[in-house]
């Protein structure tokens, strides 16, 4: 009974995971490539919607000041004095909240490279959107997988550890952008920064895995 079970445990990992070289593809999702961590804790989650934009606006005038710009003019800093004394009178530790809020986001950015160790080196198969590198006939070579339409261009790119820069044995001809694909390859943990080039402009991706992608297909549930 037990060997029929295992047989059968066999049989189904085979019909749903691709074989390549006698080893078999693990199907990973996104949320995968994310190692696990403790929640953070919001410093904004206790404040009023008043309280947020006064905070805010105190943050974008210390950060005028500190890039030595001219929009923190006379009025603009009484203005920040206005706002703090607000702040103050409502009980809250300004410069303390401040703090809470730098270190919050600097944890942000830190969590944002973060990479799940056990991926690196293993054969893995994962869905998302093709955006090519360039934009040739006879098809694409490298390439970057991302986990939603639009990421890179027409909104802020995704954190690295959501990017994927992909290398292909075989050029792939995609017929629209961010087409929606499978690939199967070998994953690694490298970090790099590619060039890439769109209609009003370019930008630098940052990309925590790269794949060397062996298969591609169009995504079918």
Known sequence: MIKLRLAALISALLLTSPVLGGEIARTIEWEDLVPKMEPLEDPFKTLTTDQRTDLQTLFWIRDTQQQKLNFADDDTLKDAVKRRRRLTRQGLDVDRLMAAVDRFEQEIAKRNHATNSSLDGKMVRIPGYALPMEHIDTGVKELLLVPYVG???????????????????????????????????????????????????????????????????????
């Open 151 to 221: 990421a890179c261009i027409h909104v802020p790119p995704p954190p690295a550890n959501q990017t994927i820069y992909v290398t292909l044995e075989d050029a792939y001809v995609a017929r629209n952008l961010y087409e929606p694909v499978w690939i199967t390859g070998r994953m690694h943990i490298k970090s790099t920064s590619k060039a890439l080039s769109f209609v009003d402009g370019s930008a630098d991706i940052l990309t925590a895995y790269s794949l060397e992608g062996i298969k591609v297909r169009l995504y079918r549930k």
